[in-house]
């Protein structure tokens, strides 16, 4: 993509947009699958509308991709404001499978966006025109943060989408011990995931990205 070394503000708008679509599509996947089993908590919030406003968390939409880019770091991270969720209400009408599928709901989202943004890219040539070249980049930011947000989300790791959807499943079938345990974590998943991430631990816990990366991005 040499044709936007000279447009580096134009690299920096793609990656915000694509950011911004990866992190606020995962919540409002999950505001349409509650909705799809009888939940309308999210949708009488106004969270089902695409306007970002609605969706944008200071620290994790706006502080902390700020500071990664003043940082200059690889790519960015962050999160949107959780959309409202009553999953009691789901698993009365509809069982714990329910509410696992509205648990993994932003994933499959985010991986299902991943893949299709690289199919397109894998048949773009990038070196064309300046507007196909920044297509191609936007595309690749796509397939990177939903990538990035996808995998973290499934580690069985609390407050993550992961733990709560094995969580789920251990209730489903009469794991009520180890989903009693899982649920507990609570309180300390963040401390957890600063571990995995700000220590030499933070090799094997990206692991799994490095090898999604070098599958999509050949």
């Given amino acids: 993509m040499e044709l936007l070394n000279d447009y580096s503000w134009a690299k920096i708008l793609c990656a915000g947009i694509a950011f911004l679509i990866a992190i606020i599509g995962h919540e409002i996947m999950h505001a349409l699958v509650a909705k799809y089993y ?109 990538l990035i947000l996808g995998l973290f989300n499934l580690y069985p790791i609390p407050p993550l989408d992961g733990s709560r959807a094995l969580g789920f499943l251990c209730l489903k079938f009469g794991f009520y011990n180890i989903a009693q345990k899982i649920f507990s974590l609570d309180r300390y998943g963040i401390f957890i995931l600063l571990i995995l991430i700000a220590t030499p631990l933070s090799s094997i816990f990206f692991y799994p990205l490095d090898f999604l990366l070098k599958f999509f991005i050949a």
């Fill in 38 to 146: 009888g939940d309308e908590t999210a949708s009488l919030s106004g969270r089902l509308s695409i306007n970002p406003l609605k969706h944008i968390d200071l620290i994790g939409s706006i502080i902390l991709p700020t500071l990664l880019l003043a940082l200059n770091a690889p790519f960015l991270f962050g999160w949107a404001k959780p959309v409202p969720i009553n999953i009691n209400q789901i698993i009365n009408r509809y069982g714990y499978l329910a509410a696992c599928n509205t648990s993994l709901a932003g994933v499959i989202y985010n991986f299902s966006l991943a893949i299709i943004s690289a199919l397109i890219l894998g048949i773009i040539n990038t070196n064309i025109t300046l507007p196909i070249a920044l297509l191609a980049y936007f595309l690749l930011q796509l397939v990177l943060y939903n």
